[in-house]
């Protein structure tokens, strides 16, 4: 299901605006294979370029983050917003970056321990200490 | 504020299951400073002992993510769950375990990448592609 | 799935005091069609009673901002909220009230660059600006 | 408190790149406050950049939806993600736009009301109507 | 800070639709002290006769939950949704009603434990068994 | 769909560390079936290990709250984390202990009317009255 029609490559092929951001996709990630995100987002062309150019921008650019870390901060992002959709993508997009097992094992671990701190720290209300706050 | 009190060290003294947690937390941290978040959750000992010992094997040992990146994963975590303490906490830890401000600003542009995307995601209600699934 | 059953028409016909329910939602509504949320609400006779009186007086109601502006506004807590069944019923009764599509590319637009900008504020932990209080 | 390090208006004069954005968003506003939103932002000159382009795009740009709806869904937004100084500023900017007591109070009922049938959808784990879906 | 004024004994005094309201909080509660959020919402009578009406009918009534069962829930409601305000009176609340420290603990660590397996679940994105559904 | 394989029995059978995490489940909980969540996490076995420990000291023991409430307090974290699977376990497991229909609507209502109160308390920002401050 969806809020609205995934296009086929049919359709896409017929639109030189969104075949552009297709070819584009299909160049950067040096495969055929362009997935049902941006099938969906093809029904607003102007949200769709938006969002690919910055998408290149963050995660294919030379950055102080190698991309394997940006694909992990990505993950653990989707997970605690509960985007089922992201969290599949990125994962797959993690394990093509390498992302080993052990790799996933601490991964899961961190996100855990996170979600886990977080509620007691919201359930205590504890007050920010002082020496956290840079102004 | 706070749901509950903060120990001082003075009270922190006087119990000795809370001081052996503070003992171990200045130890493994060669810091003397113990952050509110273990002063409030003193008024629970049981639940600190678990919390600390968990810590202490996912973000301080030897693991198939350096120290940094578990970081960054979870500074990543806290601000999807708005914890504004954790956030605090651990981006204050980020910056001690040596977080440039190059990496700080890869960090916020993935997560606002992250963020805006998972939304698109679930506005749309993308259905999960079949090359995604592990099972 | 679900953690109830969802009521047939036959088993709703059955208990006086949900058929009431149903019969009104036909009536405001002015199409034979009940979504799966009242047919598994159903279970909860008091609970359902309750929602379908405040939703009338919320969502049908005349008030200050328009029918459509509400369920724009509800699409975009649904969206935030990750719930998948009210993203697509709110989003179809959107387009039911006239919704356009460029109108849905805004919406769209307006829930990422928040969904961004909530996770950069909640990031950098910004104090809020003594001129944004009210009291 | 804060991340990070709040920029006065001396230290925003000093640097070229930031003093640019700080003069176009007091342009656009046609008013001199700028609020710490920006002033947090500026420890991060690419990030700070590219969100204030974004946001003139989407929050000021001619739309299908008039300024002050897209205020009122920036609002839901923020108060679903749960951003205390997303939720602040952007009430302000939705009564500097004209939002009215009784625009504000139906907002609020909508939001109450869309958070509560959130919670009992996912509580109930109601599947999805085939009639909502647009694939 | 807030959105809104948060108005005075005197001001309540003023206006009868507000101070009908008030009057009813305290017997109910058998108190004088009325906290902020009904001061907050005295600027949206409607919204906060139909709020006060819901939490007699739902948090005062005798039901199949006991009053303390009902407010650990709330918490735990609160916490997921990182609300502070909420947070804080529930927890007070709770006590007031006879929350032992003891029940305060379980209560923490069921809501972390929760928190940790949500997240895991998320991140593995693990079917649900048939078993589990009614329907 | 998920982002691991889930373990058969006969997979389970053949490795020693997975197969003791799955005979202590069995025989705690007095059956067979073991649910798809112990599947998907026995590819990490170090976090299964971990998890499966922690849910018994939290869920299994005697405590200050009795089984059910646990479970209860368990549901309405998922609910407002949106976690579909722990909904569906959670819920299944909280009537396998005793919850009848009566106490699942008053769950129901409460969840339903703190989700509600939530939003209202983020959306005006209301200040936490001193009275409710433990420190």
Redesign the interface.
């Known amino acids: ?6 296009w086929s490559d049919a359709q896409v092929e017929a639109d030189p605006r969104i075949k552009d951001v297709f070819d584009d996709i299909r160049a950067t990630r040096k495969s055929d ?1 362009v ?3 941006w099938r ?2 093809a ?2 062309p ?2 769709q370029e ?2 690919w150019a ?2 290149m ?3 294919f650019a030379t ?3 190698d991309p394997l ?2 694909e ?21 997009a993690a394990r093509a970056k390498g992302m ?36």
């Open positions: 299901m969806a809020t609205v029609t995934l294979f997935n049902n995100f969906a987002l029904n607003q102007a949200v938006r969002r910055s998408l921008e963050v995660m950055g102080a983050l870390t940006r992990l901060v990505y993950i653990a992002v989707s997970i605690a917003n509960g985007c089922s959709y992201c969290v599949h993508s990125h994962t797959a080993s097992d052990a790799q996933y094992g601490d991964l899961l671990s961190v996100v855990a321990m996170a979600s886990q701190t977080n509620a007691l720290a919201t359930a205590l209300q504890v007050p920010v200490d002082q020496a956290f706050s840079a102004s």
